[in-house]
């Protein structure tokens, strides 16, 4: 199977520039994030993003015209000064495991970026690991006929691996923690 080629007005770009956007789509992500929290307060936030089930949730983002590359958001809480407090974790990368996924393109035609989000719980202390995919809110509201329904959604997305592309952010979370 071929990976589709990048689409859109910016598949043409330099690297120089994908990068320069990509970055700045990193900054602006994590500015808007701190913002909610800020705004909803840190208990409306936590829950919001699923991790009051949940201990990582970690939101993931591919842009149509760099389609190797994952823009990836960690949320987690962690205890500082025995007070839980949220991480946020904010990054792009190249992602190999692209080019073995479907291509999103096909059922979602008319958008220039897919977000998809995975809230996780890995397996410890003799309990399993436990994941969910999550549609993410905003793209609820702008369904469109042709989109899938729920039930093709679920089908659809168990032919990518979500969880794999997912655990990598919070690899480098946790070394850029540690």
Known sequence: MEYPSATGPLAKASEAEKRKRLDAMVQFWQNDTERRLTREGREAFLVG???????????????????????????????????????????????????????????????????????????????G?????????????????????????VAWTREFDWVAVAVGFIRAMLDALA
């Not at 995919?133 to 093709?152: H, L, N």
């Open 49 to 127: 993003m699923g991790l009051n089930e949940y201990r990582y949730s970690v939101w993931l983002r591919f842009p149509e015209w760099e389609r190797s590359v994952v823009l990836g958001q960690v949320t987690t809480v962690r205890q500082e000064a025995g007070e839980e407090k949220p991480v946020l974790f904010t990054q792009w990368r190249q992602e190999a495991l692209l080019k073995t996924m479907p291509d999103w393109k096909k059922r979602l035609p008319q958008e220039n970026v897919f977000n998809i989000c995975v809230r996780l719980t890995p397996g410890g202390l003799g309990e």
């Open 129 to 153: 690991s436990k994941w969910a995919i999550m549609m993410p809110r905003e793209m609820v509201s702008r369904y469109r006929p042709g989109w899938p329904t729920q039930q093709e959604w």
